[in-house]
């Protein structure tokens, strides 16, 4: 009996085994401990890729290039502490993007507000890491089930 490994390259590419259940999310602009508590939080809760990302023009120009399933954005970016809300709006005006599920990091309900006003679905802060509040948005972006 002869085994044939060129069959087992075939699963990833029927979609089949993790890679094809993992969701992409991208990162934008925390600071190191920070993006690691984020990190954290979604590996241990979700199938999930994790893309880290500095700045908005970074961003803008990755999410043209290849699909993600939501967009974490920091209230100010940590490289230039510009306001993560130029990210929401610049991904709203532009329409392959726009679909594109993005929600602000950040402890302040007002800032909340405003993100959602200008289309991001309502994020969560860094203290509510773990949270099944924080954990229920995430899947609802990501749509998945608990």
Do not use: W
Not at 10 to 28: H, N, R
Not at 89 to 115: D, F, G, R, W
Not at 117 to 140: C, D, H, M, W
């Amino acid at each position: 009996m002869r085994f044939d490994l060129h069959f087992f390259r075939l699963i990833p590419e029927m979609g089949i085994g993790d890679t094809a259940m993992k969701k992409k999310i991208m990162s934008v602009g925390q600071c190191n401990p920070d993006h690691n508590s984020i990190r954290l939080f979604l590996e241990k809760n979700f199938e999930c890729e994790i893309l880290r990302i500095d700045s908005t023009d970074e961003a803008i120009a990755e999410l043209r290039k290849q699909p993600v399933d939501l967009v974490l954005v920091n209230r100010k970016l940590d490289i230039d502490y510009t306001d993560g809300t130029i990210l929401i709006e610049k991904m709203k005006q532009e329409e392959k993007l726009s679909h594109i599920p993005i929600m602000l990091v950040s402890n302040y309900p007002e800032y909340q507000e405003e993100a959602v006003s200008l289309g991001a679905q309502y994020g969560f802060g860094k203290n509510e890491l773990g949270t099944p509040q924080a954990i229920t948005r995430v899947q609802e972006a990501l749509k998945v089930k608990a």
